[in-house]
């Protein structure tokens, strides 16, 4: 877990997880920004717009017409050599979508926020973790914060990430939109050159130069299409072991020691759970409670999505007898939600593996309370009793 | 045809890093319908140099004009254009 841990210098300031990222970003010294504002990832552009206004920041603030727009500046700014952020949430991000491919094919070095947001119909401002999952196949890699700091924390190491050139791929970081984006939490912030020391300026591979002219973007058909793509999916794999990397040489500057993946008491866990996001806290707090009781309860969050942690999860979870996946989101018509097929499709060829329960919870920004999570914990404690799941789905606290 | 590289040796992000390469790239095999020039009915007008979309009307010093069959795509533009119908489109019979 991200402890806050006070280090020498470092400043403790309140911010909602919108200002955190802005405040990120402006440390990151960004070229270029250029976004569309939507809820609940406004305050982010909005407080970038007035770090550029002020003189703060210099970088090109650049207003588009929509978020299409504003992802396709965002990559040709990147090509050309900039340092470029963005942000957007739910239907921003359903628009942007084709674009999302090509800006991690053309390995693109975008760092973008997604306040994480129901998609409509109906329309809802809150939070599902909708717009991550339709992310999830596009090639980007995809971070996501429980709090506040981990919101500014991620944002910072987010760029280091996307331009190292071992990676070169753009990057998101999801926020609980509300509960994180609107929450004023007190956190630690690095001083400005700290972060310039940690994120030298970025080194761009084959920018768009006039006097050095290549194409970008061909036509690759069957003749080429498929070894790019083979190559792509090579970079999406050696990702991992550079946000190891950066990891660890965040912790040196910032004193906060980041994981792909946050235990808690799977030690000697019967059951477990695996959670996104802010709730990961809440199901903590239910674990610590019922671990007082005496009942071997884990709690696995994930702090990294895509690339999906493969190998950790499985660590984790190999021998524990059941475990529930909670889903902020609904995949219709699949045989599970999306965090659970991952899951269950990264156990399938062990020979140990627990049952497991998929948990939808918290659509359209619904609180997910103790009780709900601890019902949870129960379904799988049933489960691993009796050695049957009796429903691999159930929706927590729907009337 | 050169040899096709595997995805190891790819640049980064589809870039083709070397600008004027598609002159490699010989499009002359997909016509359908060649278009064949009669010289002695052509006025030097350059309209299908000038209409060609390749361009594979190749204009020499003296303004007449040659079709270069390894980029003609036989589209048939310049037949179209021709005001003195010095170019028709005949049928490709397997290959150039």
Redesign the interface.
Known sequence: MAAVTQVKGQRRVGMTGDEAVAYAVKQADVDVIAAYPITPQTIIVERLAEYVNNGELNAAFIPVESEHSALSTCVGAS?AGARVFTATASQGLALMYEILWIAS????TIVMALANRALSAPINIHCSHDDAYAARDTGWIQFFAENVQEAYDLTIQAFRVAEDKRV?LPTIINLDGFILSHSLEGLYVLSDDEVRKFLPPKEP??PIDVEK??????L?LY??Y???K??QA?AMKTSYPVILEVFKEYEKVSGRKYAPVKAYGMEDAEVAMVILGSSAGTARYVARRMRERGEKVGVLSLTLYRPFPEKEIVKYLKNVKAAVIMDRSYSFGSPGAQLFMDIAAALYNEGERPLLINAIYGLGGRDLTPEQVEAAFRAAFEAAKTGVVKEREIWLGVR | MSRLMSWRELEIGCVVPEPGNSVRYKTGSWRALRPVLDKSKCIKCLLCWVYCPEPAIVRREDDSVEIDYDYCKGCGICANECPVKAITMVAEAGGE
């Open positions: 090509l094919s053309m390995r693109t070169l591979v084959n002219p290549m194409t970008y973007g061909p690759a003749d080429y498929y070894e790019f083979r190559a090579e």
